[in-house]
């Protein structure tokens, strides 16, 4: 308990404080856009968000991009990846693959379109891939079907153009939980290691004994969800206490208006990996974004978000 206050502890002098390796970029969000999100508040409100960024999704560029739809990395029905390739062939390309949110329970690689169209647009092929969902899955299957998600990619990846020595793997919000799983824990990788050139983490839980303690209340229902009702477990279950596996090239957001607990495990993770890596990770902060609309921004004409991730995927 100890560690872990003194970890809490200092994640939010880091939170606080003007920090030199916090990079706040430069919004460019329609000021009618961020009207709205910012009534909202601190909240995750994926329905909200959509209402608010309809039109700029309809009239997003789809433009020089091959999709393929529903492939299957793995038996179950949700066990499917998509990839958006350029449509002028390419090799040897950069990869991303992109893991949704949907706090464990929900969500769906359909909802991000955006982000394969985007980043295949600017060259790099992108696989968008679902997973097993809570309460039925329970943990650690997020981190398992993310990592079959990785083989598949390394397997297949040079017959769509890319690289699978340039694998950069990207998580939002629970997306970004087993992404991390997978990329930071020795438990979740094949014997060779992850398979991965970097790892991009947004707006993740990275240990759920903390979500309760940040925000002073009992255990999230959806994290019940996944990793169960016995919280005497939930430490053996944290990926910020079992961050064991080789140094990787980490890009580690948050937003403006991100709620408290994953501001919280934001800075959290950073001081662990800080301490493990002796060079702390990259991190952003966005402005004029909250949880859903950071992602949901891509392929709008607002490159706040798109920019830096598409940077640190092209220096991989």
Known sequence: ?????????????????????????????PAAIWAQVEALGPVVDPVGVGKIYAQLRAQMPTDGVKKTQNISYGPADLQKLD???????????????????GAFIGGSKNSYDNIGYYFARHGVVTVLGDYRLAP??????????????????????AAHGGDPAKIV??????????VAAYALEKRFQPATGSGLAGVILGSGIYDPS??????????????????????????????????DAPKLPTLIFEVELDPLAMLVANGTLYSVLCHRDLQCPTL?????????????????????????????IKAR
């Open 1 to 29: 308990m100890k560690s872990l206050t003194l970890r809490m502890l200092v994640a939010l002098l880091f939170l606080g404080a003007a920090h030199p390796a916090l990079a706040q970029t430069t919004p460019g969000v």
């Open 83 to 101: 990839v958006y390739e350029p449509s002028t062939a390419v090799t040897k390309a950069p990869v991303l693959i992109f893991i949704h949110g």
């Open 136 to 157: 039925t899955f329970k943990w650690p299957t997020g981190a398992q079907d993310v990592g079959a998600v990785v083989a598949w990619t390394r397997a297949n990846i």
């Open 169 to 178: 793997l990207f998580g939002h919000s629970a997306g970004a939980t087993h």
């Open 210 to 243: 903390i979500d309760p303690i940040a925000v002073g209340n009992p255990p999230n229902p959806t994290d019940v969800a996944y990793y169960g009702a016995d919280t005497s477990q939930y430490a053996s279950q944290a990926t910020g206490r079992h961050a």
């Open 284 to 312: 952003y902060r966005f402005l004029m974004h909250d949880h859903i609309s950071a992602p949901a921004a891509i392929n709008t004409g607002d490159e706040s978000v798109s920019t830096p991730l598409l940077n640190f």
